[in-house]
């Protein structure tokens, strides 16, 4: 018994240790390039429908939670169906969010 | 919500399976990131401009199933008894066609104690289905939900009670007061209510009896409505609960979050009121985050305090029952949040639970990783 919790322990260890090491290097990458900056070009930076994005992701998704890392337009267009029936965020919002999004 | 103690072998099997969906999860990360950036906005651009021209973003991008969710590793020191505690917490979400998603969430946690031999010993493995639903986006305003479901009573359980959100890992003590989940049918959405300044969201349910001891819910109908006004970052609501069976009682609540636009600042509050057994509770919560502090910008802040008001003609039965809200409470807690990255975040709090006859020191400390990874092709825009 002992020996059997002894190594899931180790295990989870281990797969904590991982996942720190994972995420220090995304934090190092996010340093430079934060998800609430776009890495995009001047003219994305000007984009209206972007500025509005990110004024109504911070308005609503930061209520609860940071920015998430970047993620691909496909796994972004179910995370926001998602928090669409979850916050109860409006059509409108969701629309302008996935645009930031995914810039 | 219901729990179930799991047989023997389960425990064995959980643990190793969560390192392995951590290292599946890395992966998934890692490819998702690696499609870098300029990828995702030259493809936003394009999507951008056509969403100008009011199509859905669903209508354009081919949304792919997911799994998400936490594992949290904790130690709790309650009045003097130390529990150790590995959480897994998967979040499925699998987007069918435009309208409709499939989601669930699940829980898993063994309880670990220092027995009278002084060693550490699994007392307790439970685990239990949150939610899983099928969701089908009507239009604008409406958006069907069957299945169980969390109920919308405030705001803790639907949007901070996951482990990699709420900011104090320690659950309020208004989290007794209603029945956490339903079984049946939800009437749900948000939009403007005829001014962009005003959002108004709701949640209306029908939630049928169900005794199955894992699904068990109770037979009840209920409701919340709130105001959101963006500019100000304010929501204000409120809800209301009616039990069909049982003591029949109805459960009225009020809640507030307000986020000052100059602050990395957060101030909520929740109240919650049962005409049953389970009296009054309320809390309020503060968050300040240091992000324009050097060094310390991943630092947060937590602060809550809260209050029970028990009913003062319970038995020593009912109190029994009701558990934490039997007896009149106060508890202040403080706590501190420390991001590693956007994943994983570091918390410890201490509180202090005034409670007669009861007080008690509570200290927690732990870590929480958020994973997220594809379950189908990622790329390309549709």
């Known amino acids: 018994?002992?020996?059997?919790?002894?190594?899931?322990?180790?295990?989870?260890?281990?797969?904590?240790?991982?996942?720190?090491?994972?995420?220090?290097?995304?934090?190092?990458?996010?340093?430079?390039?934060?998800a609430t900056v776009s890495p995009a070009t001047n003219s994305a930076q000007d984009d209206p429908m972007r500025l509005e994005g990110e004024k109504r992701f911070h308005s609503n998704c930061g209520?609860?939670?940071?920015?998430?890392?970047?993620?691909?337009?496909?796994?972004?267009?179910?995370?926001?169906?998602?928090?669409?029936?979850?916050?109860?965020?409006?059509?409108?919002?969701?629309?302008?969010?996935?645009?930031?999004m995914t810039q | 919500m219901p729990k179930l103690m799991k047989p023997e072998w389960a425990r064995f099997i959980m643990?190793?399976?969560?390192?392995?969906?951590?290292?599946?999860?890395?992966?998934?990360?890692?490819?998702?990131?690696?499609?870098?950036?300029?990828?995702?906005?030259?493809?936003?651009?394009?999507?951008?401009?056509?969403?100008?021209?009011?199509?859905?973003?669903?209508?354009?991008?081919?949304?792919?199933?997911?799994?998400?969710?936490?594992?949290?590793?904790?130690?709790?020191?309650?009045?003097?008894?130390?529990?150790?505690?590995?959480?897994?917490?998967?979040?499925?979400?699998?987007?069918?066609?435009d309208k409709w998603l499939v989601e669930a969430r699940a829980d898993d946690y063994p309880t670990f104690e220092r027995g009278a031999n002084g060693r550490f010993q699994e007392v307790s493995n439970e685990y239990g289905l949150q939610y899983a639903t099928v969701d089908y986006i009507a239009n604008k305003y409406v958006t069907v939900v069957a299945g169980r479901f969390l109920t919308p009573f405030?705001?803790?359980?639907?949007?901070?009670?996951?482990?990699?959100?709420?900011?104090?890992?320690?659950?309020?003590?208004?989290?007794?007061?209603?029945?956490?989940t339903g079984l049946g049918g939800m009437l749900r959405g948000g939009f403007p209510a005829g001014t962009q300044s005003v959002n108004l969201n709701y949640a209306f349910y029908f939630s049928a009896d169900n005794t199955n001891h894992i699904l068990g819910?109770?037979?009840?109908?209920?409701?919340?409505?709130?105001?959101?006004?963006?500019?100000?970052?304010?929501?204000?609501?409120?809800?209301?609960?009616?039990?069909?069976?049982?003591?029949?009682?109805?459960?009225?609540?009020?809640h507030t979050e307000w986020q000052p636009n100059a602050q990395p600042f957060t101030l909520r509050s929740e109240f919650a009121h049962s005409s049953g057994i389970r009296g009054s509770a309320y809390w309020v919560e503060s968050v300040y985050r240091l992000s324009q502090v050097p060094h310390l910008h991943q630092l947060e802040l937590v602060g809550r305090g809260q209050q029970v008001f028990a009913d003062p003609k319970l038995s020593a039965a009912q109190r029994s029952q009701v558990g934490k809200l039997g007896l009149d409470t106060n508890q202040g807690d403080f706590g501190l949040n420390y991001y590693l990255g956007r994943d994983v975040r570091g918390s410890a709090s201490y509180g202090r639970q005034f409670a007669f006859n009861k007080d008690a020191n509570l200290w927690i400390l732990g870590i929480t990783y958020r994973f997220i990874m594809p379950l189908g092709p990622t790329g390309g825009v549709h």
């Open chain 2, 217 to 254: 819910t109770t037979r009840a109908t209920g409701g919340r409505v709130g105001f959101f006004l963006p500019k100000y970052r304010l929501e204000i609501g409120g809800s209301f609960q009616q039990l069909l069976e049982g003591d029949h009682s109805h459960n009225v609540g009020l």
């Open chain 1, 63 to 100: 209520r609860c939670h940071m920015a998430p890392p970047k993620f691909s337009p496909r796994m972004m267009a179910t995370i926001i169906r998602h928090m669409r029936v979850r916050a109860t965020i409006t059509d409108q919002d969701t629309r302008f969010i996935l645009h930031y």
């Open chain 1, 1 to 34: 018994m002992r020996k059997k919790v002894l190594i899931s322990a180790v295990l989870l260890i281990l797969a904590v240790g991982a996942a720190l090491v994972a995420a220090a290097k995304t934090g190092d990458k996010d340093k430079d390039a934060p």
């Open chain 2, 154 to 180: 405030g705001m803790y359980n639907e949007r901070l009670q996951p482990y990699w959100i709420r900011a104090l890992q320690g659950i309020p003590l208004t989290y007794g007061v209603t029945s956490n």
């Open chain 2, 15 to 97: 643990i190793p399976a969560l390192c392995m969906l951590f290292c599946v999860a890395l992966r998934g990360q890692d490819g998702s990131t690696a499609q870098g950036p300029d990828s995702g906005a030259t493809q936003g651009q394009t999507q951008g401009q056509d969403l100008a021209t009011t199509q859905g973003p669903d209508e354009h991008i081919k949304a792919i199933p997911i799994l998400t969710g936490a594992t949290a590793y904790y130690t709790k020191v309650t009045a003097g008894q130390v529990q150790d505690q590995p959480w897994f917490i998967p979040v499925l979400l699998v987007p069918i066609g």
